[in-house]
C-alpha cells in the first residue's frame, strides 16, 4: 500500500525522470539499471492511481513520456527487461489453443436466491452448523463478470486462468497481462507468503460497455449482449494486443489458497483488505460486516435501489460467513459452498411476441432488419422494438416472425435477443427475408468481402444523406439544436442541403421555407448552426460519420494532429500506429480522405468557418483530483457541457456516483437514486449554483449561455 509520504516521493521522482529525457538516453548500462528499476516502480504507482483509484496524477502525455523512457532504456539494454516491467503487459499472439490447468483450490458455483426468506434460511443452517445464535457476516456486490483465478508466486504474477468447470480452466496469462488492474507484481512476501492464488472477475465499466457497442455499431457488428459476454469473449481471444483494446478491468474477492497455509488472512474481510492493501482493485470500500441475517438483508436492499447508478453491472450480492474458522465446518457441496450465499437482484429480461420485421437504413448504408416487438416491461422500461443487426445474426438464432423471444435489457444499452423460446413454436412463425434492394432509393445491395452487413453504396441515397445531417447536428457531434430527423428530411426534401457544408451557408429567409418554421424558429436554427463552428476537432471527425470512427477515436485523432488536413494526409501505416486505431480503422479513414466529395464538404466547412483544428490548452487545473456527477436538468448548460467543463479544469466528470465521487451537482427534478447513493457514501451534493460559482473564475458561462442564442442549452 502506499503511504501518503512514498506517494509524495513517488509525484516528486515523477518529476525529477520526466526533466531528465536526455540524461536518462545517454546513461550507461549501470545508471540505466537503474533508471529502470525506477521507471518501473513510478509507472506501477501511475497505473494503480490511473486503473484502480480513478485518480490520476499526471497526465496521459507525461505518463506517455515515462513509458518510453522505461521501453527505449529497455531497447537498448534487453537484459534488463524484469517479467513485472509494465512493458510487458501486450505479448504477441497466441498461437493455438489455450492450456488447460488445475487451479490451487476448486472454483465452485454459490448458491444464489431471490428472496428475504431464503437468505433468513441460509442463516438459520449456518448458525445450526456452527452452533451460535449470530453470525457475522461480509456482504459485498456481485459483480457481473467472467470469473479468473490469479496465481502469484515469490511476489510475481505468474499464472492467470479462466474458472473453467471449476477444476480445470483455461491458461489465458498473456491476455490478463494486459488488464491495468492486475499488478505484474505485489508485496505477499512481506506477510509471509510465498504462493497465492487469488480468485476475481473481469468486468467492463458500464460507460466503458456503451462506448465499446456504440464503436461495434459503427462498424456494423452487432453489439455485445451485456459487460459479462463483453468480458468473457474478450479473455480468450487469441491476440493479448486485441485484448488491451477493450479496456478490461479486474475486481479480485476471494483468497482461495495460500502457502504457507499458516499465513491464510483468519477472515474473508482481512483477506480482501490485504489485496486492497497491496494495490489490488476490491470490494474493499464497498463491503459491510453484518451482525445477523436482518443487517444482511437491509445492506442488499440498500444496494438494489442504487445498483442503476454503480460504474459496473450488478446482479446481486455475495453474503459470506466471515470467520474462516467456520468454512471447516460448514463445509460444500457438489456445486457450492455452504458458507457463501448469492442473493439475487431482479432480472433485466423478458419474453415477448416477435410481430414484424422492418428494414432501416443506415447513416453509412448499412442495412438493419429491426423487430416490432408485443409491448413489454424490462427494468422499469416498455421495450417494443429490438434490432437484429444483420442476416447472420438472425440465422444463427433461427429468429422467425411470430416467435417467441427472450430480450434482455443491461447496462442501460439497447434490447437484445438473447434466445429464441423455440419450444413455443406453433408452426405459423415465417422466416425473415432480406431485402434485395435498398428501402429507401432502390438501389441493389451489395455485401462487401469480409463484412457481416448489407449496404446501399449509393452516396445520394435520401435516407443517408438525412441521417448524416441528423447526425452532424447531434449533441455528442456538432451540438445544433433543432437540427433532428424531421427537420434534417425537411432540408433534403427542399432541396436546402444535400451534404453537412450546406448547413452554413443557410439563411433564416432558407429556413422559413421548412414546414412549421416561422421567424424564430427559423433565427433560432441559423443561431445554434453559426454557433456550432467553434466545437472542436474531435466533435467535427466524429460528425462527418467516418467508419468505424466513435468518440473515443476521434478525440484520439484530434490529439494526434494540428488540424484536419494533417489527418487528411497522413499515410495509413501512421494513422495505424495511434493508439487504439489499427489497420481496419486506418483504412477506413484513408478511404474517407481519397473520396473527392468528402473534401469537398471540408472545404465546405472550412470556407464557412468552421474550426478544423485542435485546441491547444494550456493553464490551470483547479479541479484536478475532483469527480464530478450531476443530477437532474441544469439551467446553465447541458451535462455535456459541464462535464467538459470539469475536464477541461482537470476535473473527471462521471455519470455514476460512488466513493470517488467529490461533488453530486443537483439541478432541477433530481434523480433520487444519485441522491440516495450519495447521501449512503457521505458524498457532498451542492447546488447548480455553487459549481457555477467554482468555475465562473475560469469559464464565462454566462456569456457562452447568450452566444449560443435564445433557451439553448450549450
Given at each position: 500500500m502506499y503511504t501518503p509520504e512514498r506517494e509524495r516521493e513517488l509525484i516528486e521522482l515523477s518529476k525529477r525522470l520526466l526533466?531528465?529525457?536526455?540524461?536518462?538516453?545517454?546513461?550507461?548500462?549501470?545508471?540505466?539499471?537503474?533508471?529502470?528499476?525506477?521507471?518501473?516502480?513510478?509507472?506501477?504507482?501511475?497505473?494503480?492511481?490511473?486503473?484502480?483509484q480513478a485518480s490520476p496524477v499526471v497526465s496521459d502525455y507525461e505518463y506517455d513520456l515515462l513509458f518510453k523512457a522505461l521501453k527505449d532504456i529497455e531497447s537498448r539494454y534487453p537484459e534488463l527487461i524484469t517479467p513485472d516491467s509494465p512493458t510487458q503487459r501486450v505479448a504477441s499472439e497466441i498461437s493455438g489453443e489455450f492450456p488447460t490447468v488445475r487451479h490451487y483450490a476448486p472454483m465452485l458455483s454459490l448458491d444464489n436466491t431471490y428472496t428475504e426468506e431464503e437468505l433468513r434460511d441460509f442463516d438459520r443452517r449456518v448458525r445450526e452448523l456452527v452452533g451460535l445464535d449470530e453470525i457475522e457476516y461480509s456482504v459485498e456486490p456481485k459483480y457481473d463478470g467472467a470469473g479468473i483465478a490469479l496465481v502469484y508466486r515469490n511476489d510475481l504474477f505468474t499464472r492467470g486462468a479462466t474458472r473453467g468447470d471449476g477444476e480445470t480452466g483455461e491458461d489465458i496469462t498473456p491476455n490478463l497481462r494486459t488488464v491495468r488492474t492486475i499488478p505484474l507484481k505485489a508485496d505477499f512476501s512481506e506477510f509471509g507468503i510465498e504462493l497465492i492464488e487469488i480468485r476475481g472477475e473481469v468486468l467492463i465499466n458500464k460507460e466503458e460497455f456503451r462506448k465499446m457497442n456504440q464503436e461495434r455499431l459503427d462498424e456494423g457488428l452487432p453489439p455485445f449482449a451485456n459487460p459479462r459476454n463483453a468480458a468473457a469473449g474478450s479473455i480468450r481471444l487469441q491476440n493479448p494486443k486485441e485484448v488491451a483494446k477493450r479496456r478490461l478491468e479486474a475486481v479480485v474477492y476471494q483468497v482461495s489458497y495460500v502457502e504457507p497455509e499458516s499465513k491464510h488472512p483468519p477472515t474473508h474481510y482481512e483477506s480482501i483488505k490485504l489485496l486492497h492493501e497491496l494495490g489490488f482493485k476490491t470490494p474493499f470500500k464497498d463491503m459491510k460486516l453484518c451482525k445477523g441475517i436482518e443487517e444482511v438483508i437491509d445492506y442488499c436492499r440498500q444496494w438494489e435501489s442504487v445498483r442503476e447508478d454503480y460504474p459496473y453491472e450488478l446482479d446481486g450480492m455475495v453474503v459470506k460467513v466471515n470467520n474462516k474458522e467456520f468454512y471447516e465446518v460448514l463445509g460444500f457441496t457438489s456445486h457450492h459452498p455452504r458458507w457463501a450465499i448469492a442473493f439475487k437482484f431482479k432480472p433485466k429480461q423478458a419474453t415477448t411476441k416477435l410481430l414484424k420485421v422492418v428494414f432501416q437504413?443506415?447513416?453509412?448504408?448499412?442495412?438493419?432488419?429491426?423487430?416490432?416487438?408485443?409491448?413489454?416491461?424490462?427494468?422499469?422500461?416498455?421495450?417494443?422494438s429490438v434490432s437484429l443487426f444483420n442476416e447472420d445474426f438472425i440465422k444463427e438464432k433461427d429468429i422467425r416472425v411470430g416467435d417467441t423471444v427472450l430480450i434482455e435489457r443491461a447496462g442501460e444499452v439497447i434490447p437484445y435477443v438473447v434466445e429464441v423460446i423455440k419450444e413455443a413454436r406453433d408452426g405459423d412463425e415465417a422466416p425473415i427475408e432480406f431485402p434485395k434492394n435498398c428501402p429507401s432509393c432502390g438501389s441493389k445491395l451489395v455485401k462487401l468481402p469480409g463484412e457481416a452487413a448489407y449496404r446501399c453504396i449509393n452516396i445520394a441515397c435520401p435516407a443517408q444523406v438525412v441521417l448524416r445531417l441528423k447526425h452532424w447536428g447531434s449533441r455528442e457531434a456538432m451540438d445544433i439544436r433543432g437540427l433532428g430527423e424531421s427537420t434534417a428530411k425537411a432540408l433534403y426534401e427542399k432541396g436546402l442541403a444535400r451534404d453537412v457544408g450546406d448547413l452554413y451557408y443557410l439563411k433564416p429567409l432558407d429556413l422559413l421555407k421548412l414546414p412549421n418554421f416561422a421567424e424564430k424558429s427559423a433565427n433560432n436554427l441559423y443561431e445554434a448552426i453559426q454557433n456550432s463552428k467553434n466545437r472542436g476537432l474531435d466533435r467535427v471527425l466524429y460528425g462527418l460519420g467516418i467508419r468505424y470512427v466513435g468518440h473515443t477515436t476521434a478525440k484520439k485523432l484530434s490529439e494526434s494532429v494540428r488540424d484536419i488536413w494533417e489527418l487528411a494526409e497522413m499515410p495509413a501505416e501512421r494513422l495505424a500506429d495511434i493508439e487504439g486505431i489499427g489497420e481496419i480503422v486506418a483504412n477506413s479513414?484513408?478511404?474517407?480522405?481519397?473520396?473527392?466529395?468528402?473534401?469537398?464538404?471540408?472545404?465546405?466547412?472550412?470556407?464557412?468557418?468552421?474550426?478544423?483544428?485542435?485546441?491547444?490548452?494550456?493553464?490551470?487545473?483547479?479541479?484536478?483530483?475532483?469527480?464530478?456527477?450531476?443530477?437532474?436538468?441544469?439551467?446553465?448548460?447541458?451535462?455535456?457541457?459541464?462535464?467538459?467543463?470539469?475536464?477541461?479544469?482537470?476535473?473527471?466528470?462521471?455519470?455514476?456516483?460512488?466513493?470517488?465521487?467529490?461533488?453530486?451537482?443537483?439541478?432541477?427534478?433530481?434523480?433520487?437514486?444519485?441522491?440516495?447513493?450519495?447521501?449512503?457514501?457521505?458524498?457532498?451534493?451542492?447546488?447548480?449554483?455553487?459549481?457555477?460559482?467554482?468555475?465562473?473564475?475560469?469559464?464565462?458561462?454566462?456569456?457562452?449561455?447568450?452566444?449560443?442564442?435564445?433557451?439553448?442549452?450549450?
Open positions: 526533466g531528465e529525457p536526455d540524461r536518462i538516453k545517454r546513461a550507461d548500462k549501470e545508471e540505466a539499471r537503474r533508471y529502470a528499476s525506477i521507471l518501473r516502480e513510478v509507472i506501477n504507482y501511475h497505473d494503480y492511481k490511473y486503473y484502480v437504413v443506415g447513416r453509412v448504408g448499412t442495412i438493419t432488419p429491426v423487430g416490432k416487438l408485443e409491448p413489454v416491461q424490462i427494468g422499469g422500461v416498455v421495450v417494443s479513414i484513408k478511404e474517407f480522405f481519397l473520396r473527392e466529395e468528402n473534401l469537398e464538404v471540408i472545404r465546405k466547412l472550412e470556407r464557412a468557418g468552421v474550426k478544423l483544428s485542435r485546441d491547444v490548452v494550456k493553464g490551470e487545473e483547479p479541479l484536478k483530483g475532483m469527480v464530478f456527477v450531476f443530477t437532474g436538468a441544469l439551467e446553465c448548460c447541458s451535462r455535456e457541457r459541464a462535464g467538459e467543463i470539469v475536464e477541461s479544469l482537470g476535473g473527471l466528470f462521471s455519470n455514476s456516483v460512488s466513493k470517488k465521487t467529490t461533488y453530486l451537482v443537483v439541478g432541477k427534478e433530481p434523480g433520487r437514486t444519485k441522491l440516495s447513493r450519495a447521501e449512503q457514501l457521505g458524498v457532498k451534493v451542492i447546488t447548480e449554483e455553487e459549481f457555477i460559482n467554482m468555475v465562473s473564475k475560469y469559464v464565462d458561462i454566462e456569456k457562452e449561455k447568450r452566444e449560443s442564442g435564445p433557451g439553448r442549452l450549450f
